[in-house]
């Protein structure tokens, strides 16, 4: 089956830039620095990164396209034959930090894997987006998740809840018990539409990253805030940290991979908390964060949406 | 061969004690609140954890004694044989994060493993201690190693060599090509010197923390500082997260049995900072914690100690 890795990676760049540029104008203060980087074993990147916005303590857009012997095992989870294989990635990966609690941080990935191992020969799409509010809003979630849907549909009904089953399985602290967030889509592993329409897929998805997220960012970037807010922010910025680190399957291939360490943890957020054994107070809007929303839901069936 | 669990419980009730009463007499304004916990699976421990003191930003001192069905790998990379072994493991795990970054944090295990599948029965020690400064003084390090040399001088000349440079290795950061700190011991499976002696040299470890961490303390307390310190202190707990959630066999032990996830996390840092691509300035003293610290050095050899 032809693949066309140049339009793959084409896209990509253009996404990249799209993405940059939207972010840039959104923040109205600071702009994003970039940084071309090259991988050792292979390959190479574009990371950039913009801080002390503001709107945005740190946003994190990177794009990387890097190939070499011997896939690590994270990478090949569903395909165990591969182990080993001569591979090559590519993707574009983005973790939005902002300042104020009440503006989610949010994380979008898209990527293209192709490996060879003697006479198998593979390659798959992945990727998906998410959202991690701190003081969620229903009107907000519903929409993020409408737009996701809106993306799936020409590619079938039943692709917006399988990936976004998915995505609530796999943003997941088992824990804490808790998902990272609201969820939004999740997929791996995806060729059965053949390499045209999977590509198309990839595309639908990232295309419509800024449709769902931006409208949320307008809607609550004034809103004002204190201490208590943004000290609960920063607690739950350490949840973050710790669903990077323990689980994460991006970024154990990267730091195994020989990745660019800095590039891998740039979705790390600029300042975390971490407290022994905290609990919100019953009833607050911190524990209503907890028990309504940290739980795979069904945001747009039981509305009839 | 005759092993005394209770003889070990014992002694790691009695040292957490020992580390908690003097611990918050060196703090002087905050005292350790005590959490007593069950373990669904089978057993429990008592997590204590002095928070916002005069010298301890965070202070934790758990105890554990878990049973169970299903050891879990990360505790038996060294004999497979016993993964899904029924096991029982007793320790006692410290952290201390000052508020200073003029004072060093710094890390102690003690812990006792019995496991038993089929007609294998198997027991060892394992533990150490190991300090990671934020701005390093070569008369402490010095002094550490001392007293880590000491402790092990009794049980040959070659143990303390040994467990140091496994030290160096165990808690090194290879996505950073930092080692965590300026090490101490490590030491783990051990049961070639039988019950009575190994647990001879576990007692040896345990009761040697407080002169080696103590001293320290006392020199640089009242050591003024300023933000650039501080944020230099939060960055640099980034890297402890980095470890602790990435390589630590303790915490992917904890967290996959099913331990008590407030205890096993206690040792993240209450603040952490992140930064994309941040490098000392060169010539700086945070230049200096990279260049002469941050990998293994033989410091008591060199000066003929």
Request: glycine share 10%; hydrophobic share 40%.
């Amino acid at each position: 089956m032809p693949t066309d890795t140049a339009a793959v990676r084409d896209y990509l760049i253009g996404l990249q830039a799209r993405l940059t540029t939207t972010l840039a104008a959104l923040d109205g203060r600071a702009t994003f620095a970039s940084d071309a980087w090259q991988r050792p074993g292979g390959g190479g990147g574009d990371s950039r990164v913009l801080k002390d916005g503001a709107l945005f303590e740190q946003a994190g857009v990177g794009f990387s396209h890097v190939m070499g012997q011997g896939l690590p095992p994270s990478a090949t989870q569903a395909r165990p034959e591969l182990a080993g294989a001569e591979f090559e990635a590519l993707g574009v990966s983005m973790v939005l930090h902002p300042t104020s609690p009440y503006v989610p941080t949010t994380h979008l990935n898209v990527r293209f894997f192709r490996a060879a191992k003697g006479a198998s020969d593979a390659w798959w799409f992945g990727g998906g987006f998410d959202l991690t509010p701190y003081y969620p809003f229903d009107e907000d979630v519903r929409h993020w998740h409408r737009v996701a849907r809106a993306a799936c549909a020409p590619f079938g009904a039943d692709v917006y809840p399988r990936y976004k089953e998915w995505c609530d399985r796999y943003f997941f602290l088992k824990h804490r018990d808790e998902t990272r967030g609201v969820g939004g889509l999740f997929f791996d592993d995806l060729n059965a539409w053949g390499f045209a329409r999977s590509f198309e897929f990839l595309r639908a998805v990232g295309d419509a990253f800024l449709s769902a997220y931006v409208p949320i960012v307008e809607r609550r970037r004034a809103q004002a805030y204190g201490e208590r807010e943004r000290e609960f922010q920063l607690y739950r910025r350490g949840r973050y940290v710790e669903f990077n680190l323990v689980y994460d399957r991006g970024t154990t291939f990267g730091l195994q991979s020989g990745g660019r360490t800095e590039s891998i943890l740039m979705s790390l957020p600029p300042r975390v908390r971490f407290e022994y054994d905290w609990h919100p107070a019953p009833g607050s809007p911190e524990a209503r964060l907890y028990s309504d929303y940290l739980r795979p839901r069904d945001w747009l069936g039981e509305a009839g949406e």
